[in-house]
Nanobody, 122 residues
Framework: QAQLAESGGGSVQAGGTLRLSCELSTHTSSGYCMGWFRQAPGKEREGVAS??????VSYEESVKGRFAIRKEAKNIVYLQMNSLKPEDTAMYYC?????????????????WGQGTQVTVSS
């Protein structure tokens, strides 16, 4: 069993930056794949970035070069978001799983946070 807690959302103007944080609480020593997903109003949830326990990362095409995911400790992950655009506005969710393989496929993920809102104004 694991729990996730996100923080760091907010409102910024286009071109601004935000950093989201996610802390995974667990009693196991398993390595986790952790990912960030987002869901805009009226749209399906989509994967944004993922990082495996060995540091391997993946990004959704529209955020490459603007967003960076990194792991500071075993179970703390950050999503640095630069050059934000209005289309980045969404609820952002942190997720994790301990299965083999790490990608943006959300069906893999077993644990989800409550979400943090990111709003980018033009």
């Amino acid at each position: 069993q694991a729990q996730l807690a996100e923080s760091g959302g907010g409102s910024v103007q286009a071109g601004g930056t935000l950093r989201l944080s996610c802390e995974l609480s667990t009693h196991t020593s398993s390595g986790y794949c952790m990912g960030w997903f987002r869901q805009a109003p009226g749209k399906e949830r989509e994967g944004v970035a993922s990082i495996d326990h060995d540091g391997t990362v993946s990004y959704e095409e529209s955020v490459k070069g603007r967003f960076a995911i990194r792991k500071e400790a075993k179970n703390i992950v950050y999503l640095q978001m630069n050059s934000l655009k209005p289309e980045d506005t969404a609820m952002y969710y942190c997720a994790a799983h301990a299965h083999w393989g790490c990608s943006l496929g959300q069906d893999q993920y077993d644990y989800w946070g409550q979400g943090t809102q990111v709003t980018v104004s033009s």
